[in-house]
């Protein structure tokens, strides 16, 4: 067992875990000592066999996702880490998101051994997936983790009634990861789609091959190994973690009070605070006259679209200030209290190479060109969850002329840090700056951010 193998990480689709009741995506979703992103790569890297990560996920995640799997590569020591993750846009089911993978795969690395895993899958183990490995060595074409049932099993009626009883014993759940060659998952793949099961519930990579005609052999598995799908799952998990490595049990986990608990590394972080800035000028009258024929011009540092709206807090200005005012000139949609939000945020966390969102999101990236900034903002609050932090407390001032609607703001920041809106976590003030400076005069204008993070309460 000496060749590398590639990972592809399904990490979620365009909708977020509606099942697991978030509006962000699971694979954030705090457990022990990192989130279930970083426990699902960290078990493949553990194996000293890795070679590119492939990740199927939502666009506004990429940048989370990149620098927290960078992370993850370069505590286990992989080397050359920013060229070894390939992002990837979901498609419209799993199955199609994995194919567009797999043919990505096949073009870049020839007929490479990939091993398909759901990312909110943290709790695989590195002997389970050598033992997956080891089974390619010889005459097995494919390996799929799986899982005895205990419960009995039976069928359902389509009136609800129980049906026949099934043996367990010839029942298995099939799990993740599942390993092969890319050519013959992509052949078992196609057969599915001519035969018209590729999109049948139920039927994914192990079933393909097997209906392929492929001899798939099950690898059960060393311990729990469950997808995380609905809130008790992620409690599940948590306990496992901190049960393994502190001997602290689940119920402990979920009391942060507890004293056992308190021997846990959550409990001996301490409040963050952070601050952050930012601020951007207006398109002046003259400037919007001179780009009239020109949509967007773009400079070394400045991107200015006399099209764009004023957008502040995530609440349109109006056509009157747009009017009077004009947009900002941005890169993004100038979005400057979201800007400043997320780094107050990642002021607090202080993590190397996220220090501030033009780290993560540099303007001189076309990803970035009329980006909406609640995705910033989202990303360092994901950052901070992931890291085992919540916002606490977040007050935000907005200096300049134009006159917004300071409430409405507040709730747009409550939503996207995941802040109930009801308790004063989240304060806006507004001051006019009394012609003082740049902003006073109604040149642009300044956010300022001062944000408390609290460890997360694991209920």
């Known amino acids: ?6 990972l592809l990480l399904v990490a979620g689709g ?59 590569l370069r505590e286990q020591g992989i080397a050359q880490i920013q060229h070894r993750i390939n992002m990837v846009s979901p498609q419209k089911s799993r199955n199609h998101s994995v194919q567009v993978c797999l043919e990505q795969i096949l073009i870049s690395q020839g007929n ?21 490995l080891k089974l390619l060595d010889g005459a097995v074409d494919c390996a799929v983790v799986c899982e005895n049932l205990e419960d009995s099993v039976g069928f359902i009626e389509s009136d609800g009634s129980l049906g026949e009883p099934v043996s367990r014993r010839s029942m298995i759940r099939i799990q993740t990861p ?6 013959d998952f992509l052949k078992a793949r196609g057969k599915a789609s001519n035969c018209g099961y590729f999109e049948s519930p139920g039927f994914e990579d192990a079933s393909f091959m097997k209906k392929a005609g492929f001899n798939v052999q099950s690898v ?23 049960d393994a490595l502190y001997g602290v049990s689940s119920n402990a986990c979920l009391d942060f009070d507890s004293q056992k608990f308190k021997t846990c590394s959550l409990s001996k972080k301490q409040l963050l605070m952070g601050y952050g800035y930012d601020s951007h000028r207006f398109i002046a009258p003259a400037e919007r006259r001179a ?5 967007q011009v773009c400079t070394e540092t400045e991107h200015i679209d006399v099209s764009a709206r004023l957008i502040i807090g995530g609440v349109d200005a109006g056509d009157d200030n747009l009017a009077r005012f004009g947009p ?31 780290q993560l999101f540099p303007n001189t990236s076309s990803r970035n060109s009329g980006r909406n900034s609640s995705e910033f903002l989202q990303s360092a609050v994901i950052l901070a969850l992931a890291g085992g932090y919540r916002v606490q407390q977040l007050k935000m001032t907005l200096k300049g002329q134009v006159r917004m609607n300071l409430e409405k703001i507040r ?13 004063g976590r989240v304060i806006v003030q507004g001051t006019s700056g009394e012609a003082m400076d740049s902003a006073g005069r109604g040149e642009g204008m300044e956010a300022f951010g001062l944000c408390i993070l609290e460890p997360v309460k694991l209920d």
């Not at 990939?114 to 709790?123: G, K, M, Q, S, T």
């Not at 780009?291 to 949509?295: D, P, V, Y």
Request: charged content about 20%; hydrophobic content about 45%; proline content about 4%.
């Open 14 to 72: 365009e909708v977020n875990s509606t099942r697991f009741g978030s509006h962000f995506n699971k694979i954030f979703l705090p457990l022990c000592k990192g989130c279930a992103l970083e426990y699902s790569v960290r078990a493949f890297a553990s194996t000293g066999l890795l070679g590119d990560l492939w990740i199927a996920a939502p666009e506004k995640y990429w940048e989370v996702i990149r620098f927290l799997v960078e992370g993850v």
């Open 178 to 183: 599942c390993v092969a060659g890319v050519s």
């Open 1 to 6: 067992m000496s060749s590398t193998f590639q």
């Open 220 to 242: 059960i598995s060393k311990g729990p190994n469950f997808k995380i799908t609905l809130p008790w799952q992620g409690k599940a998990a948590r306990g496992v973690f901190f």
């Open 291 to 295: 780009f009239l024929n020109k949509a």
């Open 328 to 358: 900002f000139v941005a890169r993004s949609d100038g979005d400057l209290l979201y800007h400043a939000a997320a780094n107050a945020i990642l002021s607090a966390l202080a993590c190397p190479g996220a220090g501030d969102i033009g």
């Open 411 to 423: 709730e747009n920041l409550c939503f996207h840090t995941f802040t109930p809106s009801s308790d």
């Open 112 to 132: 490479a051994l990939v091993a398909i895993h759901d990312a909110a899958r943290p709790l695989i183990d590195q002997e389970t997936i050598r033992e997956c």
